[in-house]
């Protein structure tokens, strides 16, 4: 495929030790080594470099973000924090953070900045330039802090704050080591950076899901970045990718949050009258986007001779059909045993193609006039531009079965306890 950026992995960047998906869940269980794009040597203790710094913070109660005085004044509370700070993770001699020990306070500032930079250089490489903080005005860096008194991850005006969250059963669990949700939250500022901050007058229901999808899909093509995520999720499903969600012979695959939010049956009619949280409205385009990668999968497959094309046609025919993957799977099995490597780079270029063209998309559109309609169209008008239209009838397939363009968002219902990112820490500016 043409005009695929790539920008050449520094030999000398930094290795860091992160865990593709937390480390509780079985099926990543072990952490992998990954080079980040700060050349070794640059990187400070926290770590820290020229981009972002991570801290642990001693004594710091509060979150960032907007408070009441004593005596009923707001006050905006922003970065830097100026307390004590837990004993910041050391680079070995070479200036690599691959040494530090799992369960260390060390360790997990090291896996929160090592995260946070792997999600950044790999979208990065698919705009093919940096991609500045939307609050360059007032900070260089991003504050990555661990602040266990959050029940959850934001990022906002110069900060990205990570808490911890018990399970059922009581366990703590830190977002510091939650790849998909840190490296979310960079999906969050990288819009906010390209596509722009939401008028609060405006009340866009279609911007507000579309943030929640981007950021999905920035932290699922980052985690297909790991060796170990691409590779695991061929075993198990020998590259039959369309049926992750509608099998339970993948039901394993569950644990894998990025897919299976992204593997979802989601239409727009469901919210035609009326939606109250914009991570479900966000799940008919995510489920497109990750239908269109599947059908780019399948289209570069069949060029590199891996499936015949009477296989290609059966899976057009039968996508959305209930029978697909029962019919398709021992093919799937049989083809994926004679070339995993084939199957692999074929992933590979499906995913980078996938993310130029999101990121060049991305760079089309306008925080206030945005609607679903729009991002489709944005993506016809790179796939013309990258490769003279191939995946046009790709995209207005997997936007018509999402019924993105027949239906439109209704009005916005208040709902008991819902998590909006809509009114919240992550999109006040100082100026507000
Ligand atoms: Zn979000």
Redesign the pocket.
Known sequence: MRHIKRRAVRNEGSRFLLYPQPPFLDNFAEPEIVTVSSPAGSIGPGPSDDRMYAIHPVGKELQYGFHTSDGGEPIMYLPPWRGGIIAPALPDEWGHFDHLTPGTPQFETAHLFGTARFALDVWERYFGRPIPWHFADDYDRLELSVLPTLANAIIGWGFLETGVVRSEEGIPRAFSMNFDVIA?EIG?AIIYSEVGLPDPETDNAEYFGFH?SA?DLVALLASLNFDSVIDTVLRRTSGNLYTVNKLTRFAELGDHEQIRLAANDRVMSEFASGWSDEHHLAQPLTGAMFDILVDIFHENLLDRGLIPPEMEDLSDRLEGDPDYGAVLQDDFDVLFAQNPDGFKMALLDARDFMGTMLADAWRLLRADTLTYVGVGEALKTIDGQMTGGRFRRIIEGNFRIREIGRFIPGPRKPKKGAVS?VYSARTMVPQD
């Open positions: 979310h969050h929640e950021a990112h």
